[in-house]
């Protein structure tokens, strides 16, 4: 599916970042019809929520399994391959060479597309450089980019402010998936490279990743309908 392709609705992924696979499923009740893709992470996933990913496909939502795997090329490779048969659409792995290439050997011809985290939304260069890095942000995503190109990884997850650099790089071909997404005036929390969902869109990113801007809002249902209303505005 190419970007023009993708329906403006299922642009918004929301983080199902909850304690257990109740929550979970009152949230996607709540939710309704307002969401058509969910991502589950480290806390639904290690509660018992991998099961869940089959019961949203089934219902017709995509899933977006966010594990960040990362560990020698064969295991990655493995375990890619027993996630295929859960239903995802997306799946997540760090973006180093041997992980990279495992995960595409993993993944096979399976409709699964993965995904590469860049650097994470929470680092700025600071946190990069005392982690050892020599590279800055931008430097290290384009890096990343390049290499997830050629072995043949589907798509790059970075921050919105990095989405124009990429596309010159990558062009149409792979998905570009942004976290970091805060409406105007909710928290930052612990992002650091952050944008508003409108601008977001109107900068290239494919798909919105939010968490807690809408789990964690009075009206959850409220928030990702101002969201997908932002949305639709950026893309008209
Ligand atoms: O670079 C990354 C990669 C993944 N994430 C994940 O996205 C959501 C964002 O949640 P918010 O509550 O909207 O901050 C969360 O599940 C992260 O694990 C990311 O933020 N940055």
Known sequence: MTPAEIAPKDR???ALDLPSV????????RLGDSVTFYKIGYRLAYA????????????GKKVFLDLKLHDIGNTVSQGVESITRLGATFLTVHAYPQTMKGAVEGRGSSTLKILAVTVLTSYNSDDLHAAGYRLGVSELVEARAQQAQVLGI????????????LR????????LVTPGIRPAGSATGDQKRIMTPGRAISAGADYLVVGRPVVEAS????????????IAQALA
């Open 12 to 14: 918004l992924i929301v």
């Open 22 to 29: 109740d929550a979970a499923e009152a949230m996607i009740a």
């Open 48 to 59: 018992g929520g991998l099961p869940l990913v089959a019961k949203l496909a089934d219902s």
């Open 154 to 165: 589907d798509g790059l997850v970075s921050s919105p402010e990095e989405v124009g650099a």
């Open 168 to 175: 010159k790089i990558v062009g149409h071909q792979m998905h």
């Open 219 to 230: 009206d959850p249902r409220a928030a990702a309908d101002a969201i997908q209303a932002e």
